[in-house]
């Protein structure tokens, strides 16, 4: 707590941080539909040379980032309090868009039919990255706390990378198995990518998703060393435990 903040009023950061997170969280569940295709110098043995990934990596990316920096000036139970409320916010942002959608169109608005395929994300898709969102951002804030109770307050850039890299592995894989093997043969809706294909898009994915997660390790250090200069010190273990 901030020593000249009142009791019970959130930071600044706090509120940056959240909103940081509901604003990437939204971003990335609207812009999920739209395929990136990234060509690469070289190629790769699983992907070649093109990485395919979802529009929304960057976005959620971001999600990752902010809860880390949460979890690390706030303590666990802030941070997990933060992704399970954005879990539960992932429905009514799809509740929205969907009664959109639904609702008539006025002659002069833009075509219902490229507005539903821009917004309107397929059953499969939706399933998959709620899954892969529950998991994996619980998974990162508990292995970015667990990390701390063996480290202490050093080593923020080993915390940052463990829990986001083996996160987002986890995020990936539910994922793209889910929303392009599993959904499809259950519920019967779109087609089943075959193995190779399912490999290389996780591949794919994940490479960028691990560049993003080492690149914005010292963004991560300048938003915590901000904020404490400001606030004070490090979460109480009493707010960790």
């Known amino acids: ?23 990437a969280l939204v971003t990335a569940q609207l812009t999920a539909s739209k395929v990136l295709a990234f060509e690469l110098p070289v190629a790769l043995p699983v ?8 529009g929304a990596a960057l976005a959620y990316a971001l999600t990752f980032l902010a809860s880390d ?4 000036l706030y303590g666990r139970r802030a941070g997990q309090v ?4 954005g879990f539960v916010l992932n429905f009514v942002v799809l509740a929205l868009v969907w009664s959109t959608i639904a609702a008539p169109a006025a002659p002069t608005s833009v075509d219902p039919g490229a507005f539903e ?24 804030v508990i ?8 480290t202490g ?6 915390r940052n990378i463990a829990s986001t890299a083996s996160s987002q592995a986890i995020d990936t894989v539910i994922f793209v198995t889910v929303a392009f093997a599993v959904a499809p043969a259950v519920l019967g809706v779109g087609g089943v990518l075959k193995p190779d294909l399912l490999l290389s898009l996780i591949v794919g994915q994940y490479l960028l998703k691990l560049a993003i997660a080492l690149l914005d390790t010292p963004v991560v250090y300048a938003i915590v060393s901000l904020v404490r ?5 490090p979460a109480e273990d009493a707010s960790t435990a």
């Open 143 to 150: 292995v970015f706390h667990r990390i701390r109770e063996y």
């Open 117 to 140: 395929t821009a917004l309107g994300s397929s059953t499969n898709i939706v399933i998959g990255s709620l899954l892969a969102y529950v998991v994996s951002q619980n998974w990162d």
């Open 82 to 85: 933060v992704v399970n409320v």
């Open 69 to 72: 920096c949460y979890t690390e």
């Open 1 to 23: 707590m901030s020593r000249t903040q009142p009791r019970g009023v959130p930071t600044v950061a706090q509120v940056a941080l959240i909103g940081l997170f509901v604003t």
């Open 47 to 54: 992907t070649g040379a093109q990485l395919a990934l979802p």
């Open 153 to 158: 307050p050093e080593k923020l850039w080993l």
């Open 229 to 233: 200069s400001r606030e004070g010190g």
